[in-house]
């Protein structure tokens, strides 16, 4: 049997562009990607704790130590600039690679984005 987990987890960052004209994604600083483990082009749940959305979009990697999150494309409707976002990746495995599998937490400051 094969489920889905959680592979990652940026939690609690801010959203600091939201470009409508963009054909799509999430731009995330590439510092954030590595830390947690997000590749690009990997499928990306966004979670706003403002106004309660979800989407997924893929990730796109940013200017490393720019703490850059920004939406791309119709995403950018979702989210205002300074909205607090937690982004989630998955895998699925078997049931027992699941039970043992650590997931890569990333907690960055909250006031710049950066890693801590």
């Known amino acids: 049997m094969q489920i889905e987990v959680v592979k990652s987890k940026i939690h609690r960052v801010k959203v600091t562009g939201a470009d409508l004209n963009y054909i799509g994604s999430i731009?995330?600083?590439?510092?954030?990607?590595?830390a947690a483990n997000i590749i690009k082009g990997e499928k990306v749940q966004i979670v706003n704790n403002n106004n309660g959305e979800r989407l997924e979009t893929y990730a796109i990697p940013g200017p490393r130590g720019s703490g850059e999150i920004t939406?791309?494309?119709?995403?950018?409707?979702?989210v205002a600039v300074g909205d607090v976002l937690i982004l989630i990746t998955y895998a699925r495995m078997d049931l027992e690679a699941a039970k043992s599998f650590n997931p890569w937490l990333i907690f960055p400051n909250e006031a710049n984005n950066l890693l801590q």
Do not use: H, P, Q
Request: no cysteine.
């Open 71 to 78: 939406l791309n494309g119709a995403a950018a409707r979702k």
């Open 27 to 34: 731009t995330i600083d590439e510092d954030l990607m590595d």
